[in-house]
Every structure is written in structure tokens, then in C-alpha cells.
């Protein structure tokens, strides 16, 4: 994923730079005040959220001759890092450019095509100079970000997403955040017992969106020790919020985290889809109903026509009930995909839920606490079933 740092104060530029890369080139626009010029190489870096910086450009309100600077410094101690000046060239500034390691001068008023191939070419670059010196061998360490997802309401993805994190922190202890990515209802903080005093409203917006540590202090951290960012307290706030800044704070956790998992909003909407471009693992949540099948086929044709399928591809059969007229076999059939876990009615789900204490969380032991524990171990390395990937066991309701 390549990672693009913009140093500008004005919101029209990054606009079209946001234009020239969204669908076209892979990976997130950071924009820092153009300020921060000023400051040294490390301490510009330390400003990246998520993926390391691959292209650094400059915008047109910049000072030329501290970016010239800054430019020189980072050809000495960064030299796979591409650099960008946005400034009317003349031979004198090609020149001074080319002595300061500067790789591409971008005209001002550049439409977003001729930026695409601006910053498609130094994106090149950056990744053939870390090639050779050998950097780009070295994996380059992220958590996993899970999805957890449906596209019609009332399937119990909160449930499964809030007992899939309990359950990932077993084995990841500290290591698990949930992030409400339901803007308008979402039940998070309500399903975890929470009352928190910063949401992902705090989070998008100030200096947590510019430093991780300060994002870490916006979070809360229940009893079963999962963190968590929780949803908008004003349903309205969720217009405020755009699906940029979701990629930047999904990001941002995924660089801090083991385990991001993401209750996110019924439906395919842009905040949604922005997530998914993050996300390593999709976990599709169905009922035992059709409406819910025929929901689950729908949104699998859009994001494949989209190209938004992760890899990491789980089906989850909730409020699962043989007195449904339906077996795992006829959804299975009807979906085109294996379920993975079966969850099924249960009055201990119903009782955890009302409590505010994931059922993984308590000490029961039947059936839904089973399956639910045994579909978290799906996201362990160190498990069998995480080690064979591509097998899906045929599950059976009881």
C-alpha cells in the first residue's frame, strides 16, 4: 500500500490530490500543515499514520526554500522516499530541485490525471530504490483489520463482532480494539458495558488524527481488557464524518494493534467501503431467513464488482434454528459460500446482550459460548484451522 504525506494548508489541493489516487492507486492521503516544513526528517516521519510514507509532496503554499531543505535532508538520511515540489518549474528551480534529490515538480493548477501519473511514477521509484537496497524483503508488520459486516440490520453483527474481540483477546491480551463504525446506532458501547468519554467523533478530528498516542488515550477498555473506540453520541455527528478519515483511523489502529475488528453499519455505504479497502479479513454475518440470504447474495455481487472482497473471506450462521424451515446446507447452497461457524438461538445470547457482557466474556459453556470461542481460534497463527487457510469444515446444526 503506497502512503502519500502532503504538507499544505489548503483544502482545495488536497482535494484534487484525493482525486488523482482515490480508485486509481493503492493506499491513503495524510495531509500535515504546511508548518511542519520546518521540521526535521524524524520528526516529519513520526507525523505518518499507518503505512510508511513512500511519496512526500510538497504543496504550492509551501516555503520553496525550506522545502528545498527538508528535500536535501531527506535524500541524505531517506533516499527511497520520492519528494514532490508543487511550484511553477523554470531551469533555475529544476536545478535547485535537482540538486535537493527532489524527483518531480508538479505544476499548480495540475488536474488530477496528471497527478495520477505524477505520483503513480514516484511510487515506482520508491518501491524499485527499497527493492535494491532490500527493504522491500522486509515484511512490513500490521495488524489484522476484520470487517464484520452484513448488508441487512438485525443479523447480530454487534453480538458477533463484540464476542469475536473478547475472544481474539485470549490470545491477544492488550492487543484487540473495536471500532463502531455504525455512525448512527451503534451499540458497542452499549454491548461492552461502556460509557465512554471520548468516541470516533473525538478521534477523526484534532490531534488524535495526527498522533497515535493521543488516539490511544481517546480509547476505552472494558473488563474483558478489549479496547474500544465506540460511535457518535449525537446520531448527527455521523455527517461530520468522512470516509477518508475512517481509512486514516482504521490505519492508524491497524499500526498499533494485533487485532482491529470492525462493527460496521447495515448496508454498503461509502464509510463501509473505505474500511474495506483496509481490511485483511470480511466476516459476513447471516440469519436463518431469507430476506437475510437474499441480503447477504446482493452485497457479495456489488463488492465483488467492486473488487472489495478480502482475502480473508468467513460466513457466520446466526440466530441459527432448526425450526426455521432451513438448514445449513440449503444457506450454504443459497449463498455459494461454506459457513464457517453456526451460532444458534440461544436465551444465554439474549441475557449477555441485555447485560452489557459479551457472552465469551462469562463462564458458560453451551453451545453459542462453543461455537463463538471456536470461530475466534479461526484468527489465531498458532491454531490449525488459521494454518489451513482455504479449508472450511462443513458445520452442522444441532
Not at 484525493?18 to 500543515?33: E, F, H, K, M, Y
Not at 482491529?260 to 466476516?283: I, Q
Request: with cysteine; proline share 6%.
Amino acid at each position: 500500500m503506497s502512503r502519500f504525506l502532503l504538507l499544505t494548508d489548503q483544502p482545495d489541493f488536497e482535494k484534487v490530490v484525493q482525486l488523482a489516487i482515490r480508485g486509481s492507486l493503492p493506499g491513503n492521503l495524510q495531509r500535515i500543515p504546511a508548518a511542519a516544513v520546518q521540521l526535521a526528517p524524524q520528526e516529519l516521519l513520526a507525523r505518518s499514520l499507518g503505512e510508511p510514507t513512500d511519496v512526500l509532496m510538497f504543496g504550492p503554499d509551501v516555503s520553496r526554500t525550506a522545502a528545498l531543505d527538508l528535500a536535501t535532508a531527506m535524500d541524505l538520511l531517506h533516499p527511497d522516499i520520492s519528494v514532490v515540489l508543487t511550484a511553477p518549474a523554470d531551469s533555475e528551480l529544476i536545478m535547485s530541485a535537482m540538486r535537493a534529490g527532489i524527483r518531480d515538480i508538479a505544476e499548480p493548477g495540475s488536474e488530477p490525471e496528471q497527478l495520477r501519473l505524477l505520483l503513480e511514477r514516484n511510487c515506482l521509484t520508491t518501491e524499485s530504490r527499497r527493492r535494491k537496497s532490500g527493504e522491500g524483503n522486509i515484511e512490513r508488520r500490521r495488524g489484522r483489520v476484520i470487517a464484520v459486516m452484513s448488508p441487512k440490520g438485525g443479523v447480530g453483527k454487534t453480538t458477533v463482532a463484540t464476542n469475536l474481540a473478547v475472544g481474539l483477546s485470549k490470545f491477544a491480551p492488550m492487543g484487540v480494539v473495536i471500532l463502531d463504525l455504525d455512525l448512527q446506532f451503534g451499540d458497542v458501547a452499549s454491548a461492552l458495558n461502556l460509557e465512554p468519554e471520548h468516541t470516533i467523533t473525538d478521534a477523526v478530528f484534532g490531534a488524535a488524527a495526527q498522533d497515535s498516542m493521543v488516539l490511544k488515550a481517546y480509547l476505552s477498555v472494558g473488563e474483558s481488557g478489549v479496547y474500544a473506540l465506540c460511535g457518535p453520541k449525537n446520531p448527527a455527528d455521523a455527517d461530520l464524518i468522512s470516509a477518508e478519515q475512517v481509512a486514516i483511523l482504521v490505519s492508524q489502529l491497524a499500526a498499533e494493534f494485533q487485532y482491529v475488528v470492525l462493527d460496521t453499519a447495515p448496508g454498503l455505504g461509502e464509510h463501509l467501503l473505505a474500511a474495506l479497502e483496509m481490511a485483511t479479513d470480511a466476516v459476513w454475518v447471516c440469519g436463518m431467513d431469507v430476506p437475510s440470504i437474499r441480503g447477504m447474495n446482493n452485497g457479495l455481487v456489488v463488492l465483488r464488482e467492486l473488487q472489495l472482497v478480502p482475502e480473508g473471506r468467513h460466513v457466520v450462521l446466526n440466530f441459527a434454528d432448526r425450526r426455521a424451515g432451513l438448514s445449513v446446507q440449503d444457506v450454504e447452497l443459497s449463498i455459494g459460500l461454506p459457513i464457517d461457524a453456526v451460532i444458534p438461538v440461544s436465551r444465554s445470547v439474549s441475557l449477555s446482550t441485555n447485560k452489557g457482557v459479551p457472552l465469551l466474556a462469562e463462564k458458560s459453556r453451551g453451545p453459542a459460548w462453543r461455537n463463538l470461542d471456536k470461530f475466534a481460534r479461526r484468527f489465531d497463527p498458532a491454531s490449525k484451522d488459521a494454518l489451513r487457510k482455504s479449508a472450511h469444515r462443513r458445520e452442522v446444526l444441532q
